[in-house]
């Protein structure tokens, strides 16, 4: 049974930083490029960043280019998404995505 399993999100202050993790589960991590999606509140979800099988490419959307950073261990099959001077348009509940497999998400809240 495939899982991705979220973790790491909360409330921050603008300017702080989270790291979000996403341990998977029940297929074969390695074969699959992943990618971490955003759905804020009252908009659709949007593709945040995606990274290649082996972590050698990596995409980000305009709107976190330069404060976020995707990774993966494949030996942990594990996903992370480091997320620093974070706003409070970065709002939204964070998935991890394994092309048709979903997780159930882990809220962020950037607030003072």
């Known amino acids: 049974q495939v899982q991705l399993v979220e973790s790491g999100g909360g409330l921050v202050q603008p300017g702080g930083s989270l790291r979000l993790s996403c341990a998977a589960s029940?297929?074969?991590?390695?074969?699959?490029?992943m990618s971490w999606y955003r759905q804020p509140p009252g908009k659709e979800r949007e593709l945040v960043a995606t990274i290649s099988t082996t972590g050698g490419a990596t995409y980000y959307a305009d709107s976190v280019q330069g404060r976020f950073t995707i990774s993966r261990d494949n030996a942990k099959m594990a996903l992370y998404l480091q997320m620093n001077s974070l706003k409070p348009e970065d709002t939204a509940i964070y998935y991890c995505?394994?092309?048709?497999?979903w997780g159930q998400g882990t809220q962020v809240t950037v607030s003072s």
């Open positions: 029940g297929f074969t991590f390695r074969r699959y490029g």
């Open positions: 995505n394994a092309q048709q497999f």
